[in-house]
Nanobody, 115 residues
Framework: QVQLVESGGGLVQAGGSLRLSCAASGRTVSSSPMAWFRQAPGKEREFVASISWSWGATSYADSVKGRFTISRADGKNTVYLQMNGLKPEDTAVYYC????????WGQGTQVTVSS
């Protein structure tokens, strides 16, 4: 049984920063990429960033490049999303994902950016 537990969401003013965390447990994740997705009200869930576990290669959506950084804590099965320069359009529920498929998702954490 895989569990993904997110934390770190909240309310922040535009231009501020937040760091999200996702702790994975229940199986080895050493061969699986991990990612963050987000879903704003009335919109489809969209990709934000991903990181490969073995080499640490990262990928970002164009909308967050240069502002968000995904990283991992080696040996702790934990992935982080550092979000700087937040904009109101970043407001969404942020979900952690294991494997870049549709099987393993966290419960989501709300990020609200006020203007």
């Amino acid at each position: 049984q895989v569990q993904l537990v997110e934390s770190g969401g909240g309310l922040v003013q535009a231009g501020g920063s937040l760091r999200l965390s996702c702790a994975a447990s229940g199986r080895t994740v050493s061969s699986s990429p991990m990612a963050w997705f987000r879903q704003a009200p009335g919109k489809e869930r969209e990709f934000v960033a991903s990181i490969s576990w073995s080499w640490g290669a990262t990928s970002y959506a164009d909308s967050v490049k240069g502002r968000f950084t995904i990283s991992r804590a080696d040996g702790k099965n934990t992935v982080y999303l550092q979000m700087n320069g937040l904009k109101p359009e970043d407001t969404a529920v942020y979900y952690c994902n294991l494997g870049l498929g549709n099987r393993y998702w966290g419960q989501g954490t709300q990020v609200t950016v006020s203007s």
